[in-house]
């Protein structure tokens, strides 16, 4: 009798034996509001678009597969869930912001889901209290498209001798962000990876929320964020990259416990900061990146308790940077110390009376408290000149070079620009970690800088 009556509603409901199950976005548009929808494994043709609050949850990892035209899903209602899932093909237009996930409901939660041959990742498009966790987000590394011979050997690839198509590296400004926040608040986004995206995490006009432990590397960008007040980001990880980060036209943003490192090309900075204020640094590791910390038209920041170790430049304050202060940091390793020219007296190489530790040459601690009784001077010897003349720092660390700076540096008011530590710390603050590879980055850096000065020379000799 009960096999009647469900072989009955079955039938009713167009899901009987031999007839095709229901479509997942029959499923959805079917759903009440608050349903949770079951999605097995397999593969489900897209595109979806969500316009009541349910959860979407994947066992064995279904496949939703986009058309290549649009978004993958898109959600329209507030407190929808989207769980387990694998995700792939949207739209490539950048124009029209396609994405493996367009978010423009509240409160939605996007979780464990894997995304790749995407345009953007997750992209919250003007919607609030979004929780974005435990993804992985993979762009495409490589497009097919048809080469000649000579390009195909450049890419290790084999094809006939009038051409043919073959994978090439997919120029970066083609690809989308693996995490966008547009015009958004009071946000969550936390234990995500991506990686071969443009951006790793772009912020625009989106406050209050809170990014901790992603893990975000072969990117360009890993945080570039614009326009984004009263935001915490702590224990990130940005490795590989071209640029560790870039923090634009904002205030008041906590950054602690990130480690940005190996963010090697030319404009490889660990920490970027253009027109930032009233924020604070600190606990972050800036390890063999092109420059460690960048400021520029930046003001009232505070930067404690890092570690600015085995970069090319360590810190470059310009003179638009006032009223900063510098304390407690570890500031050691870098092929040059510092690039101050132009930088203001405003800005304070202290925190409370207790400086930075640079190293330990030079320092006096009559009394015992830590910090030594004679100020610590860093000479920027080359100072604006770097930027006409780069190749100039193909002498730095050099032993007549060095041995210049260090007298220099003993006799102030020489006109040189300079950064002066009146309370420098007589050892590390703290024993940073993998203090092993100090001595080992300077010489990798040093490796790049050559490799670098030198094609800017070429390439100046050429024009």
């Known amino acids: 009798m009960r096999f009647f009556w469900a072989l009955t509603v079955g039938l009713?409901?167009?899901?009987?034996?031999?007839?095709?199950?229901?479509?997942?976005?029959?499923?959805i548009d079917a759903a009440a509001p608050g349903d949770t929808l079951i999605v097995n494994g397999g593969v489900h043709a897209g595109p979806f678009s969500i316009d009541t609050p349910l959860v979407l949850s994947g066992t064995h990892r279904p496949h939703l597969r986009g058309n290549d035209f649009t978004h993958v899903v898109t959600i329209n209602a507030s407190g929808v869930t989207i769980q387990g899932m694998r995700i792939t093909d949207s739209g490539k237009r950048l124009g029209e912001d396609h994405a493996g996930i367009m978010v423009k409901g509240n409160r939605a939660t996007i979780r464990n889901n894997h995304l790749r041959d995407v345009l953007h990742g997750v992209y919250v498009k003007g919607a609030d209290r979004a929780v974005v966790v435990e993804n992985v987000i993979e762009g495409p590394p490589t497009v097919t498209r048809r080469v000649s011979p000579e390009e195909a050997r450049r890419h290790d690839c084999s094809v006939p001798p009038g051409g043919g198509d073959c994978a090439v590296p997919l120029p970066v400004p083609q690809r989308g962000n693996g995490i966008h926040l547009w015009s958004s608040l009071h946000n969550t986004v936390t234990h995500n990876t991506v990686h071969h995206t443009r951006d790793g995490v772009y912020f625009s006009h989106s406050n209050h929320t809170y990014a901790a432990r992603n893990t975000i590397h072969d990117v360009r960008y890993g945080l570039?964020?614009?326009?984004?007040?009263?935001n915490t980001f702590e224990h990130n990880r940005f490795f590989d990259n071209e640029s560790g980060s870039a923090l634009m036209y904002s205030t008041r943003i906590a950054?602690?416990?990130n480690v940005f490192r190996e963010n090697r090309s030319q404009r490889g900075y660990g920490l970027l900061l253009q027109t930032v204020d009233e924020s604070r640094f600190a606990h972050n590791r800036m390890i063999q990146n092109g420059t460690g910390v960048y400021l520029e038209n930046s003001t009232r920041?505070?930067?404690?308790?890092?570690?600015?170790?085995?970069?090319?430049?360590g810190i470059r304050v310009t003179g638009s940077s006032m009223e900063n202060r510098f304390g407690r940091n570890v500031i050691r390793g870098n092929l040059n110390t510092a690039t101050v020219s132009g930088a203001r007296a405003t800005n304070a190489w202290h925190v409370d009376g207790r400086g930075n530790y640079w190293g330990p040459r030079g320092l006096l601690d009559l009394n015992a408290d830590g910090v030594s009784e004679l100020p610590h001077r860093t000479v920027d010897l080359f100072g604006e000149r770097r930027?006409?003349?780069?190749?100039?720092?193909l002498l730095a660390g050099s032993p007549g070079l060095s041995l210049l700076a260090d007298a220099l540096a003993r006799v102030p008011g020489?006109?040189?620009?300079?950064i002066t530590d009146e309370h420098p710390l007589v050892a590390l603050p703290s024993p940073p970690e993998e203090e092993g590879e100090t001595g080992l980055g300077s010489l990798f850096t040093l490796g790049i800088v050559l490799l670098t000065v030198g094609a800017v020379a070429l390439r100046r000799r050429v024009i």
């Open 12 to 27: 009713l409901l167009g899901v009987g034996p031999g007839l095709a199950q229901p479509s997942l976005q029959a499923r």
């Open 224 to 230: 570039h964020y614009m326009y984004s007040d009263d």
């Open 255 to 257: 950054v602690r416990h």
């Open 301 to 313: 920041n505070t930067f404690a308790d890092n570690v600015v170790a085995s970069n090319y430049r």
């Open 387 to 393: 930027e006409d003349f780069p190749y100039v720092d």
């Open 414 to 418: 020489t006109g040189i620009p300079t």
